[in-house]
């Protein structure tokens, strides 16, 4: 079972396999690499999740939510025309199926 990514792109006009994985991934494979030109790259770590940033993130978004729901909330004129009350009864239906309190 391969545990590495492998794609085709062209590059000048001819086919090129792009493989990606661990060095142990690759290595293991170094048979199919035999007689090829390779061209290595390293590639950085992904970063280690910082908890005080996330838990930063997660409060502004909590926030700005609360604030999008208090403008929801805030008294909206009642259309006078009977048409645009029934539009907005329908849109009303709509984000209530979707889950937004109205």
Do not use: N
């Amino acid at each position: 079972m391969l545990k590495y990514r492998i794609w085709y792109t062209q590059s000048m006009g001819e086919a090129m396999k792009i493989v990606e994985g661990t060095w142990d991934e690759l290595q293991a494979q170094a048979d199919d690499f035999r007689g090829h030109k390779l061209r290595l790259l390293v590639l950085p770590e992904p970063p280690e999740p910082d908890d005080a940033r996330q838990a930063e993130l997660t409060d502004a978004v909590t926030r700005m939510l609360a604030r999008a729901d208090q403008c929801e909330r805030s008294a909206v004129p009642q259309a006078s025309d009977p048409r645009k009350q029934e539009h907005q009864a329908g849109l009303d239906e709509k984000y209530r199926a979707m889950g937004f309190k109205i």
